[in-house]
């Protein structure tokens, strides 16, 4: 696949200016490893493949950051939430980082990382899209989990299953230490919340997700319409003049595709498909933004080139490659 981005943006000041941020943080999970994704990532040529095959003209500080200097020297659970105050402190740190290209209207592409750092990348970049445009995004959240937990919702205490309770306001806090900083940011509207790919919802999830009524596309809706419908679908509802930050969780593929990460889980994505809804976000023009999380290259070693190569290929679909 071969070819520079040719869809003028709707909302980015150039179709060529790209952002990206490294983050080496697994602090929201409790497994190890998922820290080394973006140097992995990176040492595949993924950077390099991003400007010489795709021609971006890449904003990077050349550093994967591990945030250990915000390591608190006490951490007690709170809410049974498990490290509360390092996985806040890093998500604000994030969201900062993130916010310093979105408001200059490039496009942001963050490496993880658990997908605690969501709350991070999302708040960053509406609250620049926001502040440039007056408008509110939307999120494509591809993924086999909801993580829409609330920590009182939450069997595990892992705040990688948090991230969108506390973007949507589902989950609040007033202490600044423990997600308080995000009463001053806007929160993501539930209306404008897509879900792809889920196949492992706790009970509490399925509730939310109900009562809410989000727009969420499981695996079974996959198996019964076919990825191109369900893109349609999904799409549809955001609409086409809505800036889109496409949130995506490795995990989401099958393990045959991407057995090197945290929470495997059998009967997902192809690679195929998970190519396909990262080329139909990008034809869209509305990409303001792109996560790719929680690449555990550690867990599988035979597996773990196997799930770079798909998160390399998922990134290069969302930002223009084509088949053609």
């Known amino acids: 696949m071969t070819a520079a981005p040719s869809i003028q943006p709707k909302f980015l000041t150039s179709r060529h200016d790209l952002g990206v941020v490294a983050v080496g943080f697994s602090g929201g999970q409790p497994k190890a490893g998922v820290d080394a994704a973006p140097i992995a990532l990176i040492e595949a040529g993924l950077i390099d493949q991003l400007k010489e095959e795709l021609e971006y003209n890449v904003s990077f500080d050349g550093q994967v950051h591990n945030y250990a200097e915000m390591l608190p020297s006490e951490d007690p659970d709170h809410r049974g939430m498990k490290r509360p105050k390092f996985v806040s402190a890093v998500t604000r740190e994030v969201s900062e980082q993130v916010y310093s290209h979105a408001k200059d209207g490039k496009l942001v592409l963050t490496l993880g990382g658990d997908h605690s750092i969501a709350i991070g990348t999302i708040s960053g ?46 989950a609040t806090e007033e202490n600044e230490e423990t997600f308080g900083w995000l009463k001053d940011h806007h929160r993501l509207s539930l209306k404008k919340l897509v879900y792809i790919g889920l196949r492992d919802i706790d009970s509490g999830e399925k509730k939310i997700l109900r009562e809410h009524g989000i727009k969420a596309f499981s695996m079974h809706d996959i198996d019964r319409h076919g990825i191109g419908k369900v893109m349609d679908m999904a799409l ?21 595709w991407a057995p090197s990460t945290g929470t495997p889980v059998r009967g997902g994505l ?32 035979e597996g773990a080139a196997e799930t770079v190569r798909a998160g390399c290929s998922i990134v290069r679909c969302a930002l223009g490659d084509t088949l053609l």
Do not use: K
Not at 151 to 163: A, R, V
Not at 238 to 254: E, K, N
Not at 278 to 300: F, K, M, Q
């Open 125 to 170: 970049t509406a609250r620049a899209v926001r502040e440039r445009l007056g408008r509110d995004i939307a999120v494509i959240w591809v993924d086999a989990h909801a993580d829409i937990n609330t920590p009182e919702t939450s069997d595990s205490g892992n705040i990688h299953g948090m991230p969108v309770a506390f973007l949507t306001g589902l």
């Open 236 to 256: 549809g509802w955001i609409g086409s003049d809505t800036p889109i930050h496409l949130s995506f969780d490795v995990d989401a593929l099958d393990p045959m």
């Open 270 to 301: 192809t690679l195929r498909e998970g190519d396909f809804i990262a080329e139909c976000v990008a034809e869209t023009g509305s990409l303001i933004a792109l996560d790719l999380v929680e690449v555990n290259p550690s867990l599988d070693q």
